[in-house]
């Protein structure tokens, strides 16, 4: 796969010399479903956080994933609820630690809202 996206990079590299607004290149399917998904999330207002390859991320990057401010984060990370490291005097986060900490937030919203929903249909609130 690696080889199939050095050539379709260098593609769209080749086809952005161009002159003009638009650009014709001939992409791989896996290639153009990625761009298509990438862009999709935009359209949606989803932010995009590439990391070139990098294991971790900062605070600010962390922020961006989770849908919150980096202040936000600090404070989970002071917490213990998010984990972190030092590299020098700089903060680094593991991305499966940002995932899993998003995936743990969505599961406890759930049970919340299943709970609030329950708590309502007893207290006949809801039609």
Do not use: C, W
Not at 52 to 61: D, F, I, M, T, W
Request: no cysteine; aromatic share 4%; hydrophobic share 40%.
């Amino acid at each position: 796969m690696s080889r199939t996206l050095v050539r379709d990079a260098e593609a769209l590299h080749h086809a952005l010399e161009t002159e003009g607004d638009e650009v014709s290149v001939s992409l791989s399917r896996g290639t153009a479903e990625m761009l298509a998904r990438l862009i999709e999330a935009q359209s949606n207002g989803q932010e995009i956080v590439i990391t070139h390859g990098l294991q971790e991320v900062s605070p600010a990057e962390a922020a961006l994933m989770l849908g919150m401010s980096r202040p936000q984060v600090r404070k989970l990370m002071d917490r213990g609820a998010l984990p972190y490291r030092m590299v020098g005097s700089h903060y680094r986060i593991a991305i499966e630690d940002v995932r899993a900490f998003l995936d743990a937030e969505r599961r406890r919203r759930k049970e919340a809202l299943a709970q609030f929903s329950a708590l309502e249909n007893n207290l006949g609130l809801t039609e």
